[in-house]
């Protein structure tokens, strides 16, 4: 749905590096305005910062831009989901009504069933007390999020060697290679490590077996739709 799909790599690192920034900016700030002991035990950090600082009125109004941040979050939450699964039933590893698009070229069968799932989720959480559910989700999206990190690294490694003459036609490139893949393997193995290392064991199991599922899906499903797409290649 670009206009120019090449522009895509630079926008996302470009992205990551002034959200990088900005986290890092703001959590400076709010360690110099209270003591990091208080955060400890409050629901909204940057409430009370703004709190501190401007007054009562301005913690409300971080409480809303928050809540406001969180349904944009969920928008694009509905969006992405339906962008891979088109992808992946173009390739044929999910079923085919997942690749329909409507008049604006938009995948509308994949937002559909994300949506319909995102609101199940936000919705349960209201009916019926799963806290405990809910945190042992979002973890393990943190643990699979973090993989999904690690491949992207390995791919992007390999896809110079192995496709050099593409490679060589990209229109931009990562900047300071030498320095920026080892700082994110290090990073992001660091992170899935803090992840597991402050989990329940419930979240490591259910990790494992998630992790399990997939592979055997990849195995015995995906992998041989994609052999007999792409001619066994």
């Known amino acids: 749905e670009l206009k120019d799909p090449n522009s895509m790599p630079k926008i996302m690192f470009w992205?990551?590096?002034?959200?990088?920034?900005?986290?890092?900016?703001?959590?400076?700030?709010?360690?110099?305005?209270?003591?990091?002991?208080?955060?400890?035990v409050v629901e909204s950090p940057f409430a009370l910062a703004a709190s501190v600082v401007f007054g009562g009125a301005a913690g409300q109004v971080v409480n809303f831009a928050a809540w406001l941040a969180a349904v944009t979050c969920l928008i694009g939450e509905v969006f992405s989901p339906s962008r891979l699964l088109y992808g992946m039933a173009e390739d044929g590893v999910v079923?085919?009504?997942?690749?329909?698009?409507n008049s604006r070229k938009v995948p509308w069968v994949?937002?559909?069933?994300?949506?319909?799932?995102?609101?199940?989720?936000?919705?349960?959480?209201?009916?019926?007390?799963?806290?405990?559910?809910?945190?042992?989700?979002?973890?393990?999206?943190?643990?699979?999020?973090?993989?999904?990190?690690?491949?992207?690294?390995?791919?992007?490694?390999?896809?110079?060697?192995?496709?050099?003459?593409?490679?060589?036609?990209?229109?931009?490139?990562?900047?300071?290679?030498?320095?920026?893949?080892?700082?994110?393997?290090?990073?992001?193995?660091?992170?899935?490590y803090s992840i597991l290392e402050s989990s329940h064991s419930a979240t490591i199991y259910t990790s494992i077996v998630t992790i399990g599922l997939i592979l055997v899906f990849y195995r015995f499903y995906a992998l041989p739709k994609l052999k007999a797409k792409h001619g066994g290649a």
């Open 15 to 40: 992205t990551f590096v002034m959200i990088l920034v900005l986290y890092v900016t703001a959590m400076a700030v709010m360690m110099g305005i209270v003591s990091y002991t208080e955060y400890g």
């Open 95 to 101: 079923p085919a009504v997942f690749a329909k698009l």
């Open 110 to 192: 994949g937002m559909i069933v994300a949506y319909v799932i995102a609101l199940v989720f936000v919705f349960g959480a209201f009916l019926v007390d799963l806290e405990s559910f809910y945190v042992v989700l979002g973890m393990v999206a943190c643990v699979l999020g973090s993989l999904t990190v690690l491949i992207s690294l390995v791919s992007s490694m390999l896809y110079k060697h192995k496709f050099p003459e593409e490679y060589a036609k990209l229109a931009w490139r990562l900047p300071a290679r030498w320095i920026m893949y080892p700082l994110s393997f290090i990073g992001t193995l660091l992170l899935i």
